[in-house]
């Protein structure tokens, strides 16, 4: 039974992310007292050819900006520069901007030595574009990215006038398999939330499931969108977006209050919805 200290007591919560990826959100859900299934549905690898990334990597200097739009990117970018033998400080110069999409991926910048100019209030990469939409004017940027990127960033990026430089810099993929134990579960609705983090973490579960049946699932078990880009791609699928905590407080605690506050408002059954529903998932209703 949920009590004040264990809010999500009894609460069995799959996340989709890479256990490395999810071990703090885990321990931030498991202290709520939830329990916390792990199904990876997305999995992360570098690019086919390192050719066209490594050309950008030590051309550098032509940059006036590099924008980063998630962790993956800074990794498999900072990885990069290391396996070539080029210092991190490279990165940098007076003159350029180093920006980066919500507090996440600055701190993966910041944790390796990496000044950050910008960090987007916005959280997403088309908000990165606007708040910089003057310093971005007739300037060059870099924007290495999964080559599953949304493309509204880059058209973002072009109608406020830069000279954009898009990079594959790591791939985005399914795992080799899902845990058939748990998809078992997720089927029988013997889960109470689903935490996405992605659109490719909802479509590959989707693909799984088969798309009519995950959309369907929405209205048994309580979906979490982490972002507006994935809540939009969750119900341009059909699904139901429960919960939509935004990536700046999708930190582990802010992820975990997210979900305890849900389950707090009132008494939540699957499929009934304790907060107003979105004007979208309104329309299938």
Do not use: C
């Amino acid at each position: 039974m949920a009590s004040v200290e264990k809010p999500l007591a009894g609460k069995r919560i799959v996340l989709t992310r890479a256990p490395e990826q999810a071990r703090e959100w885990a321990r931030a859900l498991e202290q709520m007292g939830a329990e916390v299934i792990l199904l990876p549905t997305v999995a992360f690898a570098p690019p086919e050819d390192w050719r066209l990334l490594d050309e950008q990597l030590r051309r550098l200097d032509v940059f006036d900006a590099i924008l980063f739009l998630s962790k993956n990117a800074v990794r498999y970018v900072l990885e990069r520069l290391n396996q070539l033998g080029i210092k991190f400080e490279m990165l940098q110069s007076p003159n350029r901007i180093i920006a980066a999409v919500g507090p996440g991926t600055a701190g993966a910048l910041t944790a390796q030595g990496v000044r950050v100019d910008h960090v987007a209030e916005g959280r997403t990469g088309e908000a990165l574009a606007g708040e910089l939409r003057q310093s971005l004017k007739g300037r060059k940027v870099l924007l290495p990215r999964s080559d599953k990127g949304d493309d509204r960033v880059l058209h973002a990026l072009r109608e406020a006038g830069a000279e954009v430089t898009e990079v594959i810099a790591y791939r985005t993929t399914t795992p080799a398999s899902l845990d058939p134990a748990i998809v078992g579960r997720i089927r029988r609705a013997d889960v109470d939330a689903i935490v996405f983090a992605s659109p490719s973490a909802y479509h590959n579960l989707s693909d799984a499931l088969g798309p009519a049946e995950a959309a369907a699932l929405s209205s048994r078990v309580h979906f979490v969108a982490i972002g507006p880009t994935t809540a939009r791609a969750m119900r341009q699928a059909g699904a139901r977006v429960e919960i939509e905590a935004s990536e700046a407080s999708a930190g582990a605690a802010g992820l975990a209050a997210s979900i305890a506050k849900f389950y707090g408002s009132a008494h939540v059954p699957a499929g009934k919805r304790a907060l107003p529903e979105h004007p979208e998932d309104r329309q299938r209703t």
